[in-house]
């Protein structure tokens, strides 16, 4: 708890509870790259007080200031991802499940290069099929 308070704090952030408690969800299910109906229905349990709203716009801010990013596979939601070095995901058809994957990026498409003379600061990749749980 006092890493997170801490993390918030370095990021600018007010270090309230609920947006601790919402870090610290994001922490606990990186994997997972929760929607955030998700992060509300698990949170608002434990804590009766927390809104949609009030999870939805403290992403917002985390995502603004670097500690989460969105990842927008779907097309039709925004899935919450804490870890926010450059990685591919893939998307299973069937379940629904966003996993990581350990895909290389080609050499020319790395972070801080430039493709055509455009300069890479953020790379999102995807793939689209059927995990390994459901195959
Ligand atoms: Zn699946
Ligand atoms: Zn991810």
Same mark, same amino acid.
């Not at 608002?44 to 801010?61: F, G």
């Not at 070095?85 to 069937?94: A, D, G, I």
């Given at each position: 708890m006092?890493?997170?308070?801490?993390?918030?704090?370095?990021?600018?952030?007010?270090?309230?509870?609920?947006?601790?408690?919402?870090?610290?969800?994001?922490?606990?299910?990186?994997?997972?790259?929760?929607?955030? !109906?998700?992060?509300?229905?698990? $949170?608002? &349990?434990?804590?009766?007080?927390?809104?949609?709203?009030? /999870?939805?716009?403290? @992403? +917002?801010?985390?995502?603004?200031?670097?500690?989460?990013?969105?990842?927008?596979?779907?097309?039709?939601?925004?899935?919450?991802?804490?870890?926010? !070095?450059?990685?591919?995901?893939? $998307?299973? &058809?069937?379940?629904?499940q966003?996993?990581?994957?350990? /895909?290389?990026?080609? @050499? +020319?498409?790395?972070?801080?290069?430039?493709?055509?003379?455009?300069?890479?600061?953020?790379?999102?990749?995807?793939?689209?099929?059927t995990?390994?749980?459901?195959?």
């Amino acid at each position: 708890m006092e890493k997170l308070k801490r993390t918030l704090k370095e990021s600018g952030i007010k270090p309230t509870y609920q947006r601790i408690k919402i870090l610290d969800f994001m922490r606990q299910n990186a994997r997972n790259h929760p929607t955030v !109906e998700m992060i509300y229905a698990d $949170l608002a &349990k434990e804590i009766p007080t927390m809104s949609l709203t009030t /999870v939805y716009n403290t @992403l +917002s801010t985390f995502i603004e200031k670097g500690l989460v990013c969105g990842v927008t596979i779907t097309g039709t939601e925004v899935r919450y991802d804490f870890n926010t !070095e450059s990685h591919h995901h893939f $998307l299973c &058809k069937k379940c629904g499940q966003i996993k990581d994957v350990d /895909v290389p990026c080609s @050499l +020319s498409a790395q972070k801080g290069n430039l493709i055509d003379g455009h300069k890479i600061e953020e790379i999102h990749g995807y793939f689209k099929g059927t995990c390994k749980d459901c195959l």
